[in-house]
């Protein structure tokens, strides 16, 4: 079991940055592949980006691929998301995530075995 809390959220101007963090439980948090999701008002959650457990491989949607860099710092039990050059349609609640299946780098929702409790993002235009 692992719990994940996310911070760093808030109202920003479009075109100005954020930094997610998510921090997690437990002692074998080396062990989790980590995803970022977003629920936009009226839409569906989906996928925005994941890292491997070593943090060597990464994936992103291509609504966000080069803007958003995801990490991970597992000496501090801790995934971020670093989020640059945002847009108003980037306004939703980010989820951070882990997965059990420390092969594979998934990106449906579905992959995922916990979830944090979100953070608000709002980019104004």
């Known amino acids: 079991q692992v719990q994940l809390v996310e911070s760093g959220g808030g109202l920003v101007q479009a075109g100005g940055s954020l930094r997610l963090s998510c921090a997690a439980s437990g002692r074998t948090f080396s062990r989790y592949t980590m995803g970022w999701f977003r629920r936009a008002p009226g839409k569906e959650r989906e996928f925005v980006a994941a890292?491997?457990?070593?943090?060597?491989?990464?994936y992103y949607a291509d609504s966000v691929k080069g803007r958003f860099t995801i990490s991970r710092e597992n000496a501090k039990n801790t995934v971020y998301l670093q989020m640059n050059s945002l847009k108003p349609e980037d306004t939703a609640v980010y989820y951070c995530a882990a997965s059990k299946n420390w092969g594979r780098v998934g990106v449906t929702p579905s992959e995922y075995d916990y979830w944090g409790q979100g953070t608000q993002v709002t980019v104004s235009s």
């Open positions: 890292i491997s457990v070593s943090g060597g491989t990464t």
